[in-house]
């Protein structure tokens, strides 16, 4: 696996000091510890950027309004509930991996670059679009990454990302809908 540069997606800033590992007790899964640390690094980068979309769809749920609010209250409902799923999959994943998993929203909002909208209740077609390009910019993520962690012959995180991105494409799609 090729050294994959460890500077955050977002400030450029590496994931700082923080405590990884397993407490001494090494991984032995096939795959050496250094793409091991890289590929939960590449991981915790995923799970800051699934936080932030997880957070954004939550608060467009609360203040959807407009003639679609039933079904768009209902959508985002659905969608936040399965973007939890994947942080919960995802951050597991890290520590299956032997490293600790980000878990603070400020070492989310400095790896990700997913935009928040901070003081803003943008109008429900606008949320959509939004939303639908978030999903989007983690489908290309994704994509990018699955590349050094396939390099690693790591199937069990592959398998995890192909799910991922499938859960990605059928949610953006969803929201495209309502565009067309």
Do not use: C
């Not at 640390?37 to 932030?52: G, R």
């Not at 985002?76 to 919960?88: C, K, R, T």
């Amino acid at each position: 696996m090729k050294s994959i540069n460890k500077k955050s997606t977002r400030k450029n800033t590496k994931i700082k000091d923080m405590d990884t590992g397993t407490d001494g007790i090494r991984v032995d899964i096939g795959i050496e510890n250094k793409a091991l640390s890289e590929i939960a690094h590449l991981l915790n980068i995923l799970l800051a950027h699934e936080y932030s979309l997880y957070t954004k769809t939550l608060k467009f749920h609360w203040n959807v309004r407009g003639k679609h609010f039933g079904a768009l209250h209902k959508l985002f409902n659905d969608q936040y509930e399965q973007l939890f799923a994947i942080i919960d999959r995802v951050a597991e994943r890290v520590r299956a991996l032997g490293e600790f998993s980000l878990g603070t929203l400020e070492e989310f909002k400095e790896h990700t670059k997913i935009k928040e909208e901070s003081g803003k209740n943008p109008a429900d077609l606008e949320m959509i679009k939004l939303l639908m390009l978030d999903h989007e910019l983690v489908i290309r993520l994704i994509r990018k990454y699955s590349k050094d962690v396939d390099s690693a012959k790591d199937e069990g995180t592959m398998n995890m990302l192909g799910d991922i991105i499938e859960t990605h494409e059928k949610m953006a799609w969803m929201l495209r809908s309502h565009l067309e």
